[in-house]
């Protein structure tokens, strides 16, 4: 025979002390804080039969989506990074991070989202290079450099496309006021077909979470929606 058990305070109660409770619980005027009882729904009822334990119907575990991301894929490695990758737990947001699978594992720290509406001197071939807003850089990006990064003396960066291709670039103070990308910028817009002015890129600046290089992700459009 199965009998329903109701629950109070995580024990085992009867009936009539579960009723007493929910009585209890009513009374308005009561002094002392007090704890409503629970029972457990039918999807997590507890069952007795004759005199074996009471089991209960587990249900799947809540995930807290804003906790620490560990890069699982990168600790179960086996190269001689596995010290420095195992010390890696990003405290982020995910909802700011690029939004490409293939290089999900190797984002360490990493800047918000800039979207830039491309310039006809951003896809001039004779020009090969792409600017970045002053403001975003100096608020965003420079607080990430390490001591030896200058950016009037360039910086050596890897910057992916959305399908994980990798371009060798430089990030680097131009003519004194314009930040840019140059190098292999010119192959990256042909080769993802940004050739015309006006169209919506979206960037994000990250470092390495095996070689501490600094990297830039970019893709085609406005990932804010905007």
Not at 116 to 134: F, I, N
Request: charged content about 25%; hydrophobic content about 35%.
């Amino acid at each position: 025979m199965v009998k329903v058990g109701y629950i109070y305070n995580n024990k085992i109660v009867k009936k009539e002390v579960y009723e007493a409770c929910l009585a209890l619980c009513e009374m308005k005027k009561s002094s002392e804080p007090f704890e409503e009882p629970n029972q457990f729904p039918s999807s997590t009822s507890i069952s007795m039969v004759d005199d074996q334990p009471p089991v209960v119907n587990e249900q799947p575990p809540i995930v807290n989506e804003h906790a620490p991301v560990v890069n699982e894929a990168l600790l179960n490695n086996n190269n001689n990074n596995n010290e420095n990758v195992a010390a890696v737990v990003a405290d982020r947001d995910l909802g700011r991070l690029p939004p490409m699978a293939v290089i999900q594992n190797i984002i360490g720290e990493c800047s918000p989202p800039f979207v830039k509406q491309l310039t006809k001197t951003d896809v001039t071939d004779s020009q090969g290079r792409l600017a970045l807003h002053k403001e975003f850089v100096n608020r965003n990006l420079v607080p990430m450099f390490n001591g030896d990064e200058i950016l009037t003396n360039g910086i050596s960066v890897t910057v992916y496309d959305s399908e994980g291709r990798e371009y060798d670039m430089t990030f680097r103070l131009w003519t004194s006021k314009l930040y840019v990308l140059t190098k292999s910028w010119k192959k990256f817009y042909h080769d993802n077909g940004l050739t015309r002015p006006d169209e919506f890129i979206t960037l994000w600046m990250f470092r390495h979470v095996v070689n501490h290089k600094l990297c830039f992700a970019i893709m085609r459009g406005n990932v804010e929606g905007h």
